[in-house]
């Protein structure tokens, strides 16, 4: 990289002589000039968290600022954000701001878009969110483990003008594999987990407590910004007596719709945005439950309403539409396809041949088109594909494993068009979409972000395994 160019990479010392003490509190928004946009500091370091509560022992996690999860960030959408970012951990790290659209630069991948933030240095992050909605920041370096261990946070882009509700909650879902004492069990990158569906824990949280009940008001309408921030575990959320409407899907705004199956289904880095009419009795409790794994199905939490109404008033015909975001329509009928085919894992086709042995360590298990790209980006692969800036592409996603992927392009959002044939309604727009087993879909989007963006499973145990790739966005001279 560039020497003048920015970001820095700031020694600790320099960096607390020169920007230390300008920042206010870490992980607290210090509202500078208008024209600067906010600024946050953000120190990773391990720390203990009351994950289970209830009087049990706390559990040692890994943190943003000392809080699992980490801060809420809240940026405006259009105005820049500058976010200094302190490893205090003994190992390197970076952070990808999941969904964002930003330049290359501030992609956090390591030894692609950036080195790698070493133990004791800074790195300082500046973009501009062009959309607004719910997105998430974690690290892209030994993603397993730091991930695993904690390091996630919520990163809102707030709407220029906010839908008018009366609260807004946001449940960020993590999960855990706790032992004895509450601690967190090792055995990252365990290699017959990573060709199955991925370390999924036996403890799920809720903003970092194992959630009891969340207090609700009849009459009140409340917005809920729901992101998976599991390694593994898929979610299929049933809201008992409620009737939630989806608004925003990775961020991006949707048409208005009630959920297939009354079920709402994120797999690991997905983000829905619900609104929900509190009409529920006075006083009672209804069950939110999660039933994505058969025989598994568990109550997350409740909503328990109070004994006394919401005193809060509001048009009857309130809409629940969000300001639409500024994204490139790709053009369909000029659009050229790429077929990516997901191959691999145990029970699998598609050419990994058999991925069941286990004992070659370090030997992908998954692949895309036959290729591998392993652990969480390095230098020195070849793309997997090289697409012409400005063109608009379909890219046709073909699962040929036995297994769930949520698979997720860097720096773009992209319109959800078909799954196996049939078009998907609601105008979906999304960063990282499911796919089921042996699943066909088919994604659009303008090759519009200049760069070398990964592509991949977002099961960490997949990624790093092998489900893995880059897509290089540039002038690459003709038809590719
Ligand atoms: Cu949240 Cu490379 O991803
Ligand atoms: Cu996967």
Redesign the pocket.
């Known amino acids: 990289m560039d020497a003048n160019s920015t970001p820095l990479v700031l020694r600790r010392s320099l960096l607390s002589a020169a920007t230390g003490l300008a920042i206010a509190a870490t992980g607290r928004s210090r509202p500078a000039s208008a024209s600067l946009g906010r600024e946050y500091m953000l120190a990773a370091f391990p720390s203990n968290a009351p994950l289970v509560g209830g009087g049990r022992p706390h559990t040692s996690v890994w943190t943003y600022d000392g809080s699992v999860p980490g801060p809420v960030l809240r940026v405006r959408q259009g105005e820049p954000v500058r976010i200094v970012v302190h490893n205090e951990l003994d190992q390197d790290t970076t952070i990808?701001w999941?969904g964002i659209r930003l330049p290359i630069a501030m992609d956090g991948v390591p030894g692609i878009s950036q080195p790698p933030i070493r133990p004791g240095e800074s790195f300082v992050y500046a973009f501009t969110p062009p959309d607004a909605g719910t997105f998430w920041y974690?690290p892209?370096a030994n993603t397993l483990e730091q991930l695993g261990r904690g390091l996630a946070g919520p990163l809102i882009v707030e709407e220029m003008e906010p839908p008018p509700v009366d609260r807004e909650l946001i449940w960020m879902i993590m999960d855990w594999r706790l032992g004895a004492n509450a601690q967190i069990e090792p055995g990252f990158g365990n290699r017959m987990e990573a060709a199955m569906a991925g370390r999924i824990g036996n403890t799920v949280t809720i903003s970092g407590i194992v959630p009891s009940d969340e207090p609700v008001l009849t009459g009140e309408r409340v917005r809920v910004r729901l992101i998976n921030a599991a390694l593994a575990r898929i979610i299929a959320l049933r809201f008992e007596g409620h009737r939630p409407v989806v608004v925003a899907v990775d961020g991006q705004p949707c048409d208005p719709h009630e959920p297939a199956n009354d079920r709402l289904v994120l797999g690991p880095?997905m983000r829905v945005d619900i609104v929900l009419d509190m009409q529920g009795e006075l006083g009672r409790r209804y069950a939110v439950v999660d039933d994505f794994y058969d025989g598994l199905g568990y109550t997350l939490t409740h909503f328990a309403y109070d004994t006394m109404a919401s005193g809060g008033r509001r048009p009857a015909d309130m809409p629940l539409r969000l300001p639409r975001n500024p994204l490139p329509e790709p053009d369909l009928k000029s659009a050229e396809q790429r077929e990516l085919v997901l191959q691999g894992g145990m029970m699998g086709g598609g050419g990994m041949g058999d991925a069941g042995d286990m004992q070659g360590m370090g030997r992908a298990v998954w692949a895309i088109n036959g290729m591998s790209m392993t652990g969480d980006g390095h230098a020195g692969i070849a793309p997997l594909a090289m697409l012409q800036t400005g063109r608009s592409y379909i890219l046709r996603m073909r699962n040929e494993t036995a297994w769930w992927h949520p698979m997720?392009l860097?720096g773009h959002s992209f319109r959800f068009l078909r799954r196996n044939g049939a078009t998907i309604p609601n105008s979906i727009w999304s960063d990282t979409v499911l796919m089921a087993p042996r699943d066909a879909v088919d994604v659009a989007f303008v090759a519009d972000n200049l760069g070398d963006w990964?592509l991949?499973c977002?099961v960490t145990d997949h990624q790093t395994a092998g489900m893995m790739a880059i897509v290089r966005i540039g002038d690459i001279g003709g038809k590719q």
């Open positions: 990808h999941h974690h892209h880095a997720h860097h990964m991949h977002h």
